[in-house]
């Protein structure tokens, strides 16, 4: 008995997100927080307190007002402060994220055929 | 007069720390770390003398330290910059050299002496070459000084008032305990090098060193914790940001050597029951030490940008030539060692807890490999593409967070493991009741969060730990007591489990708004009605304060905005937090036009259970103390 219970809880667990998911980041939310605040040490628009970060805030709230696409704006932005002000750059380099995850499987493999019993 | 006696008792410790590099005799080695201590901790006690007293004719003083500043600033400014965090440095090192001697050594040879010696000499030589925290000021700067003397008895210039310290440092208690707890651990790292170099030193002899070296690593291990998640904490309180972790390069280096050091502590373990895992024991032992040099190097040196980097002209090259010095020592012992190193048995059961350590001894290296890369990444693209670039917190959010979590879900196994293999049915059915609640726990939040399956692997991982290894502690609490290192584990892996269950509600749910507001307005934001009442200014001696009290279910908190006298940095904004269990709501000022302010309300879900998690981790050295 407890073992249906615990079955039948389980697929409920794995079907609700599909049902009750809502995504409360708006676009404003997901931009400013990856933008780099410029004059800031590694902060984001979104968590940088500077009045230029202000500044920038209010220009990024008016393109997403004009209906601009997010390539667009981080194009703008880009073009004018560099490719560091984008603190996603695996986002435009898949590299970035293949690289690392094939350096841990290699050390993870050979790390288990090190220590295994053959 | 007080420059003058620091520089030449730094000279003094460097010979006597020569002496115990040098000498033969076995009798007098322990009267030396004695005087090394004694030597370190009155230098300490002479700059604090110093801060207190304004004497601005030390270089660092003038610079760092200002008559309007406050005592507990005042004292929390030794460590405020680089020279005087390095003099804090050594006396960690000289306080764990004395600890060392007194309470771990098991050898009759001298080399661990000599070996701690050098580290603490390569140190303390910056102090006397390079730049000194005593160094006196000969050439005033508008503000401050701006060029010292390293050498005693100069004749030396006096700046009026000094410059006082950065205004983000004296603007939190916290300043005064984060930075000492956290040197203490990644300080205190060096134990297990010292110990896993000197005993292999002469080739193998025993199998002491690992216990040893275990031993030694446990209380940085929890100081380091401790010291993370202070500065989480301080980060919180005063940045105004509501973050407490940023991925920002000079956390990474801290916790790179903690997820290292989390992994010995396990396949220490290992080695100690079943002689497995030998040759990686000496390697992460060893790597410990040299991942904090290199951290220390990395974010010194000036060729990264951080809310921590304070760097000077030497230390960058100081540092390098100390990290490969240590580092040869490292592989010119082990390759001494091969043989030793080949007698390691090899792991027989995958499911039983050697398997465990080294999927878990996997997967923290695998992290600690990540977080480096994202770390140095950016420093090699700049000298490669000559562009700058930066890596955002989505980068290890993407890779660091899986690893960790499937970490969470091996932890739930970790009431029980034995020698041979687990069998997971039978497994499953002795915690069945554990599952049950923990899938009902799992439902009701899901859909109270209107939540997506990052947060259903995340909360259901988390939560069974929790609940597993509170049954664990609360059935077996009745028959014995909580000691020995089996229940450090289980506490600290309850914390993990709380912790991960706070992580995720603050990842997830937490929301925040942009609001334009006057005195006298009501606003309202997640369903909660705020009071604005009016602003008034303080003026106290090191800054300005405007304050802008809100009120909210009749508790009335300050928002405010600091203005430090001394500093053309930008005004520091200090949250109102209410808090609560499950979230709280911080409120930051951004910007005051007139009489108009533009505050920050965010909602931080978490937060609570999040502290709660870490000081339950750290808490688990109780579990070690004898009674």
């Known amino acids: ?118 | 007069m007080i420059s003058s006696i620091g520089i030449v008792l730094s000279w003094i410790g460097f010979v006597n720390l020569a002496t115990l590099i040098f000498s033969k005799k076995k009798n007098l080695f322990q009267t030396l770390v004695r005087v090394n201590l004694y030597i370190h901790f009155l230098l300490f006690c002479l700059l604090e003398i110093g801060l207190f007293l304004d004497d601005f004719s030390i270089y660092y003083i003038a610079n760092h330290s200002a008559t309007s500043t406050p005592p507990l600033y005042k004292f929390a400014s030794l460590w405020g910059s680089l020279d005087g965090s390095i003099l804090l440095w050594n006396f960690v090192l000289s306080i764990y050299f004395y600890l060392y001697v007194k309470y771990y050594r098991a050898t009759t040879e001298l080399y661990d002496i000599k070996i701690f010696a050098f580290i603490i000499l390569f140190f303390n030589g910056f102090t006397i070459f390079s730049s000194s925290p005593f160094a006196g000021c000969i050439q005033l700067a508008s503000l401050g000084c701006q060029d010292f003397t390293l050498l005693p008895f100069q004749d030396l210039v006096i700046s009026d008032a000094g410059r006082g310290p950065n205004p983000l440092l004296q603007n939190h208690p916290l300043m005064a305990i984060h930075p000492p707890v956290l040197y203490l651990g990644y300080v205190g790292l060096v134990l297990p090098f010292v110990v896993a170099t000197s005993e292999l030193f002469n080739k193998y002899k025993d199998e002491n060193w690992i216990k040893i070296a275990e031993k030694a690593t446990y209380f940085p291990w929890v100081f380091l914790t401790a010291g993370i998640s202070l500065g989480a904490a301080w980060s919180y309180e005063v940045l105004g940001w509501g973050g407490y972790w940023a991925w920002d390069p000079v956390e990474n280096v801290s916790f790179i050597p903690w997820l290292l050091a989390t992994a010995f502590l396990h396949s220490s373990k290992t080695q100690i029951k079943e002689r497995t895992l030998i040759n990686w024991n000496y390697v992460l032992a060893c790597l410990m030490f040299l991942s904090v040099i290199f951290g220390t190097f990395i974010t010194r040196s000036g060729v990264l940008i951080s809310v921590h980097a304070f760097s000077n002209g030497n230390i960058g090259t100081y540092l390098l030539i100390g990290l490969l010095a240590f580092t040869s020592l490292f592989i010119f012992i082990g390759i001494n060692n091969v043989e030793y190193f080949k007698s390691s048995k090899k792991v027989k059961n995958l499911f039983g807890r050697s398997g465990f350590f080294v999927a878990n001894n996997i997967i923290l290296s695998a992290s600690a490999l990540i977080v480096l890369i994202g770390t140095v990444y950016p420093i090699f693209y700049e000298s490669f593409f000559e562009r700058q670039l930066t890596m955002g917190r989505s980068f290890y959010d993407i890779l660091v967070g899986p690893l960790l979590l499937i970490l969470v879900y091996l932890m739930t196994f970790s009431t029980k493991v034995t020698k041979v293999n687990l069998n997971l049915k039978k497994w499953i059915i002795q915690n069945q009741n554990e599952i049950n609640i923990t899938l009902v726990i799992s439902i009701i939040s899901t859909v109270y969060f209107k939540a997506s399956y990052k947060f259903v692997f995340a909360i259901f991982g988390s939560v069974l730990l929790s609940v597993i290894i509170l049954k664990n502690i609360i059935t077996r609490l009745k028959r014995t007591k909580l000691q020995g290192t089996y229940w450090t584990g289980q506490v600290s892996h309850l914390g993990i489990g709380i912790f991960t269950i706070g992580l995720i509600l603050n990842v997830t749910q937490s929301f925040s708004n942009e609001l334009i507001i006057s005195a006298g307005d009501t606003v309202n934001f997640g369903d909660k009605n705020f009071t604005i009442l009016s602003p008034y200014e303080e003026i106290k001696q090191e800054k300005n304060v405007i304050n802008l009290p809100i009120e909210f279910d009749s508790k009335e908190k300050n928002a405010s905005l600091n203005i430090f006298k001394n500093s053309s940095q930008q005004a520091i904004s200090s949250p109102a937090v209410f808090r609560s269990i499950e979230s709280d709501t911080y409120i930051t000022i951004k910007v005051i036009d007139d009489d108009k302010f533009k505050l920050i309300f965010r909602e931080n879900y978490g937060i609570f259970i999040l502290w709660l998690g870490l000081a339950t981790s750290s808490a688990s050295f109780l579990t070690r103390v004898k009674k």
């Open chain 1, 1 to 118: 008995m407890k073992k249906y219970m615990t079955l039948f809880l389980f697929l409920i667990l794995l079907i609700l997100p599909i049902i009750v998911y809502e995504d409360k980041d708006s676009r404003y939310e997901k931009l400013s927080k990856s933008l780099l605040c410029p004059v800031c040490q590694g902060e984001t628009l979104y968590d940088s307190p500077s009045e230029y970060a202000d500044d920038m805030r209010s220009v990024l709230k008016e393109q997403i007002d004009n209906g601009l696409s997010d390539e667009q704006i981080m194009d703008y932005w880009t073009a004018r402060f560099g490719e560091r002000i984008n603190t996603n750059p695996q986002d435009t380099n898949l590299l970035l994220i293949i690289l690392p995850i094939i350096f841990s499987f290699v050390f993870g493999y050979l790390f288990y055929r090190k220590v295994r019993n053959e």
